[in-house]
């Protein structure tokens, strides 16, 4: 089956204690990206990649760094996390630039950092 | 991105149709009209696109306007599942962003 996973789905951890969320997608796809949402301020873009070895900042991307070192895997590191961190992130991946906008989203990994 | 005005929220009986408008009136040329959908808390699904015809697909209808700037989203029987926030975006297809931009929505409620 044709998807995006996330791990871990849900996590509570401390401010300052580095984790990783994984994404992975099974479909070969080019463009990766990471979002968070956040209640009234809809859904951002932190990172995005257009290809392995490619990335560039989104629109909120302080306190995040991501790597693409295989097609497959994207994955969101938090240095040290804080609270305002707290969020639902979601991984993106589609075909290549012609259908960026024809995004599969996903299931997300909801984050507290207390 | 031309920008979009959705109604907020909208019932739906459950079998009937659903019929989403969305209002585009800055969409230029080589804009595409995109919806999106999202079951609460889930990823958000990609439904269907369209630049000037109408389209279908496994899951929805597009009619687009003659003159763009507007459309109308239908799922031909809604079901309990279809209950979502739908999304309309309007892009060109290749941007070099390639963010997603969501605004408001419509928040479909189908009922029983």
């Known amino acids: 089956e044709a998807q995006v996973t996330q791990n871990p789905r849900y996590l509570i951890t401390v401010t300052g204690k580095k984790l990783t969320v994984t994404c992975s997608q099974n479909m070969n796809h080019e463009y990766m990206s990471w979002y968070r949402q956040d209640p009234g301020l809809g859904l951002r873009q932190i990172y995005y990649s257009m290809n392995v070895e490619v990335t560039d900042k989104g629109d909120v991307p302080e306190g995040y760094k991501v790597s693409r070192k295989e097609k497959r895997n994207f994955p969101l590191i938090l240095e040290s996390p804080s609270p305002n961190q707290t969020s639902l992130y979601f991984c993106?991946?589609?075909?290549?630039?012609?259908?960026?906008?024809?995004?599969?989203f996903g299931p997300g990994t909801r984050l507290t950092v207390l | 991105d031309a920008k979009t005005t959705q109604p907020p929220s909208m019932d739906c009986a459950e079998g009937r149709a659903a019929n989403l408008p969305c209002n585009h009136s800055?969409?230029?040329?080589?804009?595409?009209v995109y919806w999106y959908r999202q079951i609460h808390s889930q990823g958000p699904q990609y439904i269907i696109h369209g630049l000037k015809n109408n389209e279908t697909n496994e899951m929805a209808s597009l009619i687009i306007t003659e003159d763009r700037k507007s459309s109308t989203l239908i799922l031909p029987h809604a079901t309990l599942r279809d209950t979502a926030v739908y999304y309309c975006?309007?892009?060109?297809?290749?941007?070099?962003?390639?963010?997603?931009?969501f605004g408001g929505g419509t928040r479909v409620l189908v009922k029983p």
């Open positions: 993106a991946s589609s075909w290549d630039r012609t259908y960026y906008n024809e995004q599969f």
């Open positions: 975006i309007v892009r060109v297809a290749k941007a070099a962003g390639n963010k997603l931009t």
């Open positions: 800055t969409i230029s040329g080589n804009e595409y």
